[in-house]
């Protein structure tokens, strides 16, 4: 689990920067919280074409989920998912209903290390349980923000099919790759300050 602090990423559309994705990491004892705001436009000009806004709120106790919620803006249709410890585990509020889960799921957010450890996620846009396989990694040197860092690299299949890149160091969440509905290529790529990218979007 990462210590205190803002991670900060850039989100990319077939190379383009379409948005940015924050996420600022806070301790008290041994409960962790992750709030994260994720942000994208797509543009035609001056004139926005799209926009998709995601909140995301996740409580850890002893590095288990205890608690998440989501609130998102998709061009004007909002929704949100309602995860919270129960007797039995977690239970689930979504835009299709609810159901009941036992301890030790994680939302698809990709940051926390052991994701690549699951079979099954929390789909963190729509409440529902997703199946994924995760190969072993693979050793890459991998350039990002202007950085040389030798990285893990993970490919993810099943009912989500992502590339996942992680320091082999530390751990810390790199990089994912995937392809959008519309068959776009979509990078979230991790941003050290200073960030440039913030003045395009």
């Excluded at 379409?18 to 004139?47: C, H």
């Excluded at 689930?92 to 036992?102: D, E, F, T, Y």
């Excluded at 698809?108 to 699951?118: F, G, I, K, L, R």
């Amino acid at each position: 689990m990462p210590a205190d602090g803002l991670h900060e990423y850039v989100i990319k559309r077939n190379g383009e920067p379409i948005g940015t994705l924050k996420i600022d990491f806070r301790r008290d004892g041994r409960r962790l919280v992750a709030k994260s705001n994720y942000s994208i436009k797509i543009k035609l000009l001056s004139i926005v074409l799209y926009r998709y806004d995601k909140v995301m709120t996740e409580t850890y106790q002893d590095g288990t989920l205890i608690a998440y919620e989501t609130g998102i803006d998709d061009n004007g249709t909002k929704s949100e998912v309602r995860v919270s410890r129960s007797p039995d585990g977690l239970a689930i509020v979504h835009p299709k209903g609810r159901l009941s889960v036992a301890l030790g799921l994680l939302p698809s957010t990709y940051w926390p290390t052991a994701t690549v450890n699951q079979t099954r996620l929390i789909d963190s846009s729509d409440g529902v349980l997703v199946s994924v396989k995760t190969s072993e990694p693979t050793i890459e040197n991998l350039d990002i923000d202007g950085r040389g860092v030798t990285a893990k690299r993970y490919t993810m299949s099943g009912d989500l099919k992502r590339e996942l890149w992680y320091d082999a160091n530390d751990g810390t969440w790199l990089k994912l790759k995937m392809k959008a509905s519309d068959e776009s290529t979509l990078e979230f790529e991790r941003d050290w300050p200073p960030v440039w990218k913030r003045d395009l979007l």
